[in-house]
């Protein structure tokens, strides 16, 4: 979908339309933007960025507080969409997946019309637009997905694959984040041609695991299936800082930084989790992970800002800084259980 949160917000309140909204965040500068209208965007803001930037960028931005319930109705109601020209269905958010129309139910015979009738369907149906990539493999479909936004529709057939992954940029690449494409920079790789001329045995040297999935993709091979009933086994985010953290103060805020992030982002797969879990780095790199298993399925940033806290309280800082922080959720599918002592609590420490 197109800038989902704002599309939605900008269809049914036409006071919104064609202006700069953000949703998420706050005027006053607290929080982080969830998605933003391309009005906005063309001032540079962007999802996961502070809302302190967001101001800076465009002061007059009008924020949003979020609707998920809203955003779940449409996202559901797109899914049926789906579910009508095939049965392979990969959800990877609620704005977002993978359809695999090998088989298709309505026997149309075409990925390229069946991607037209679905973008038709949402936009008759929903008044929203979506984006789509059409290619044989799901790596390929994704970044196709993203070339033509806003209402784009991108084919890649399988003899145009090998010329299109040679002159993609390393930073386009789904998985290759900030600093692996720096590094990749470093090393003179800046597009797919470059990164074909390393051997499976190099790529796999300079970027672990990850490497040898990049050998076999730069070269259009993704033998993944589309996988209807994929489960998310944990969400995490993390921030390294420039300037290591002293106090205890300076923690509680970039914490509520992060957990708003984690809030956020769990309401747009629509997970709760129970296990919640505080990663801290020290300035000399050591680093320690404090584990807190609850009694129900959370995803409030209330909740999980009070416990964060709380795990933050069983570490030992010792006139030590911190470089990095970080908060997990998992157990999203896990039977509740009773607690033992009448402590909604469960502590787990691991170093």
């Known amino acids: 979908m197109d800038a989902f949160y704002a599309s939605v917000e900008q269809r049914d309140f036409p006071e919104y339309r064609g202006k700069p909204i953000v949703v998420g965040g706050s005027p006053d500068g607290r929080g982080v933007v969830a998605t933003a209208s391309y009005e906005a965007r063309k001032f540079g ?7 302190r930037q967001a101001i800076q960028l465009c002061p007059y931005a009008i924020f949003v507080r ?34 695999d129309v090998t ?12 991607a037209k009738q679905i973008k038709q369907a949402i936009r008759d149906e929903l008044n929203l637009t979506a984006s789509a990539g059409v290619s044989s493999s799901k790596f390929v479909a994704k970044i196709a997905s993203d070339m033509n936004k806003p209402d784009g529709l991108t084919f890649i057939g399988p003899s145009k694959i090998a010329t299109f992954m040679e002159s993609l940029p390393v930073e386009k690449f789904f998985g290759v984040g900030k600093v ?24 796999a040297r300079h970027f ?28 995490a985010v993390e921030d390294t800082f420039q300037h290591d953290l002293i106090t205890i ?7 509520g930084r992060l957990t708003e992030k ?15 879990t505080l990663k801290l780095k020290y300035s000399d790199f050591s680093l320690i992970t404090r584990s807190l298993s609850l009694n129900n399925l959370v995803s409030d940033y209330e909740t999980i800002l009070n416990t964060v806290k ?3 309280e069983n570490v030992s800082l010792d006139d030590k800084s911190v470089r990095l922080l970080g908060i997990s959720i998992s157990n999203f599918n896990e039977i509740t259980i009773e607690p033992k002592s009448g402590d909604p609590y469960q502590l787990q420490l691991f170093e």
């Open 45 to 51: 803001i962007k999802s996961a960025m502070s809302s």
């Open 66 to 99: 979020p609707r998920f319930e809203a955003y779940k109705e449409v996202s559901l109601r797109i899914r049926e969409i789906f579910s009508r020209y095939t049965a392979l269905i990969e959800p990877l958010s609620m704005d977002e997946a993978y359809l």
């Open 103 to 114: 088989e298709d139910k309505l026997n149309i015979g075409s990925a390229l019309e069946i």
């Open 180 to 203: 692996t494409a720096k590094k990749m920079k470093s090393m003179q790789l800046h597009t797919g041609a470059d990164l074909k001329k390393l051997s499976e045995q190099d790529m």
């Open 208 to 235: 672990g695991k990850a490497g040898k999935f990049y050998y076999s993709i730069v070269r259009g091979i993704d033998k993944r299936e589309v996988q209807p009933y994929r489960q998310t086994k944990s969400l």
């Open 249 to 255: 103060e300076e923690m509680h805020t970039e914490l």
């Open 262 to 276: 984690v809030s956020v982002r769990l309401d747009k797969h629509q997970l709760k989790g129970r296990t919640i």
């Open 310 to 312: 709380k795990l933050l």
